[in-house]
């Protein structure tokens, strides 16, 4: 079965055939296809030269398998089946979603909060196997989770060697060290962006440990490679030619829906290509996922095997390289490099400067609403009364054309701990969630306003959507959750904690966010539990 693409509006439906047509003209998916670099214009050659080797994948890859089911094969006689991946963007979020699809167990460690990575530790240690990986092979929430790791088995008196698999580029500083290391290594294209990686090692690897079918995601993405070079009948290029030409005539927010399906979290994936490849140079677009969508005129609904403005179906691994052919081919259409990040760095960079300091720049509170600290500058006049009126000010903040982002650099796995009511009010489950979910926020906020609210879990979407905050148009407010650390990690080898490895990262992001005068609020939880329960019924009451 391969990709279907369908429009519900005749008006998209006859942009899209024009820009698709305009595109067939130019020999775009023919040059697309065959690998041109040059289709995104002379300042972008450079960079797409070494970064077109996924329209490949569905074949080169499969040089990886024997060596992959060996790997599957030895941690199945040695009984090592708690899979854990360390990694961060593409190195994460594609297993993510293939082994949700497939419904197999993978514990994904994209964070820095010590609580999460706890757990992880204390979950069948004995029995772990865990993939490091990174592209730059620097990465450092990976480099953290692989030191604390080693030790975690040496203080059990397990071999490393044995437990720890690596996943880099040829060259990388992680693969020199690997090898000295003694672990095994997978070596990734080098000619594929992290974003555009889900058919490569990093997807592949980990996903097959956990259990998933990676040679049927391989076989679905070779059953829709030949089409992406066809002028008709190009899945490809019709999604990105619709996506381009929509965002360029102002449809800038993609609002993605994730169908009944045997697919599961496509959209946190797509959000990160698409966010990450197309916000920059002022321009983008902007993902939406997990809400309702709105009647913005500045929205398009995307449907994953659900009705949508634009609806895509088809089996995972085709829809992977469908997503990834439609963001380059969109990135034409919009004028910009969708292979390059040029602000991701800032906050990398800011974070370093910062763990450098004796001591974190936190500030002083402007105002104190029980658990909850607010720092920064609150848009509007006057001082706020509380925390209701926090949210309020940001909220009217927001550009007519702009969006919030709720950023939380929390325990995104907590809150499933939560306790759930079968038929109580959301008032009455608010009085019992002992660790509710910071992520409800998000929904508790979209209906006070009608522009888009996302929601990301720190560090994990500066990976993500990260770029596109600092490099999109500059139309966000920005709201920022961080959380004490009461039982803290240390990273065996560095000066510092996660917990303050993960709160130099928040910082450093504020930065990077209020350096561009974006109105900007970091609230903070002096409890997490109590905070978090505290955030919600000040949404409740704006």
Not at 392 to 397: G, S
Not at 497 to 524: E, I, W, Y
């Amino acid at each position: 079965m391969s990709v279907s693409v369908t429009f519900g509006e005749d008006d998209l439906t006859e942009l899209a055939a024009e820009t698709a047509g305009r595109l067939a003209a130019e020999g775009v998916p023919q040059a697309l296809a065959s690998g041109d670099p040059t289709l995104w214009g002379a300042e972008a050659q450079a960079e797409a030269a070494v970064r077109l080797g996924w329209l490949n994948l569905p074949h080169t890859s499969r040089e990886l398998l024997p060596e992959i089911g060996a790997l599957v094969s030895r941690a199945r006689a040695e009984g090592l089946d708690h899979v854990v991946l360390a990694g961060m963007g593409g190195s994460s979020l594609a297993p993510e979603v293939i082994t949700a699809s497939d419904d197999v167990p993978l514990t994904v460690l994209d964070t820095t909060d010590p609580g999460q990575v706890r757990r992880a530790l204390a979950d069948r240690l004995e029995s772990t196997i865990v993939v490091v990986a990174s592209k730059s092979g620097g990465t450092v929430e990976t480099d953290s989770h692989r030191r604390i790791y080693e030790k975690a088995f040496r203080d059990a008196g397990i071999d490393p060697v044995s437990r720890i698999v690596v996943v880099t580029d040829p060259g990388s500083p992680l693969e020199h060290s690997a090898r000295e290391a003694g672990y095994q290594v997978f070596l990734a294209d080098p000619n594929v962006g992290g974003r555009y990686s889900a058919l490569t090692a990093f997807g592949l690897v980990p996903s097959a440990l956990a259990g998933a079918d990676v040679e049927r995601l391989l076989d679905d993405a070779a059953e829709v490679l030949p089409l992406l070079s066809r002028t008709e009948g190009n899945p490809g290029l019709d999604l990105g030619a619709a996506l381009g030409a929509a965002a360029a005539a102002g449809r800038d927010k993609l609002v993605i829906e994730d169908g009944l399906s045997e697919i599961n979290g496509l959209p946190d994936w797509i959000e990160q290509l698409v966010a990450e490849s197309t916000g920059k140079s002022g321009r983008g677009i902007l993902p939406v996922v997990g809400a309702d969508p709105g009647d913005a005129e500045d929205e398009l609904l995307a449907g994953i095997d659900t009705d949508g403005v634009v609806t895509v179906a088809g089996p995972l691994g085709a829809q992977f390289l469908v997503w990834e052919y439609a963001t380059a081919v969109a990135g034409r259409v919009l004028g910009i490099d969708p292979f390059n990040q040029p602000n991701v760095s800032e906050s990398k960079e800011n974070t370093a400067a910062l763990l450098d300091r004796a001591e974190l720049p936190l500030g002083t509170p402007i105002l104190v609403d029980g658990p909850v600290e607010v720092y920064g500058e609150l848009p509007g006049e006057g001082e706020a009364k509380d925390l209701s009126d926090v949210f309020t000010r940001l909220l009217e903040a927001i550009p007519s054309d702009g969006y919030l982002a709720v950023m939380a650099y929390l325990d995104r796995e907590a809150a499933f701990d939560a306790p759930y009511a079968e038929g109580a009010s959301f008032e009455e489950m608010t009085d019992v969630w002992s660790g509710a979910d910071a992520a409800t926020l998000r929904g508790m906020l979209a209906i006070r306003t009608d522009r888009p609210v996302t929601f990301g879990w720190g560090p994990r979407f500066l990976h993500s959507t990260g770029q596109y905050h600092k490099g999109g148009p500059q139309n966000g407010a920005f709201l920022q959750i961080t959380g004490a650390v009461e039982n803290d990690l240390e990273v065996p080898g560095k000066p510092y904690t996660l917990g303050r490895l993960q709160l130099a990262q928040a910082l450093g992001d504020l930065g990077a966010l209020t350096g561009r005068g974006r109105p900007a609020v970091r609230l903070h939880l002096t409890d997490r539990v109590a905070g978090v329960a505290r955030l919600l019924a000040a949404a409740r009451e704006v």
